[in-house]
């Protein structure tokens, strides 16, 4: 029994050590060095057409346009530890909707339906209509606060829209339907 004593404490006390010269515990130093950045950030989405055939949209198509910033609302899910939903603004970054209609041969779409991989809070896909994916302010975004990947998202590639409200951010887009 105390060999195992020792040993615990041995952890113990090497973990603090370890804490101590990096400013962080062996987990984050884990995260961090398996982390994603905004550079090595690689996204193919499946798009669907009503009445057409299906297609692919990938950040390299993404990127050959201006990219353009937005400022978006959303709403954090309630956790355990959070009981509340959280509403926060963040500036998003990636190419407009109508950009992206238009490189899949659909630039007067009149709505899309978004899929998404964060069923724990929303089951059903998001929808979008024409004044909303038509606006300059809407956009497939990969950069969230002008560094950072699309935050708590499996897919790093989400739908923010300046003019959505809270309710209508998508962080994990795992397949667009374009309604012509």
Not at 86 to 114: H, N, S
Not at 140 to 168: C, L
């Amino acid at each position: 029994m105390k060999k195992l004593y020792a040993v615990i404490l041995l952890l113990a006390i090497l973990t603090a050590l370890f804490a101590g010269c990096t400013g962080a515990t062996p987990d984050e130093v884990l995260e961090a060095s398996t982390a994603i950045s905004v550079e090595d950030v690689n996204w193919t989405i499946p798009v669907e057409i009503d009445g057409g055939e299906s297609t692919t949209y990938t950040i390299a198509q993404a990127k050959e346009h201006e990219l353009t910033k937005i400022y978006c609302s959303f709403r954090y899910a309630a956790t355990e530890s959070v009981k509340d939903p959280q509403v926060t603004t963040a500036i998003f970054e990636g190419v407009k909707v109508k950009d992206f209609l238009a490189d899949i041969g659909y630039p007067d779409a009149k709505g899309l339906t978004v899929y998404h991989s964060h069923t724990d809070y929303y089951k059903v896909p998001f929808e979008y209509g024409e004044e909303l994916i038509q606006d300059d302010q809407s956009v497939i975004a990969w950069i969230q606060n002008k560094t950072e990947i699309i935050k708590n998202s499996s897919t790093f590639v989400a739908f923010a829209a300046a003019k959505g409200g809270v309710n209508d951010f998508c962080s994990s887009i795992t397949k667009i339907i374009v309604h012509p």
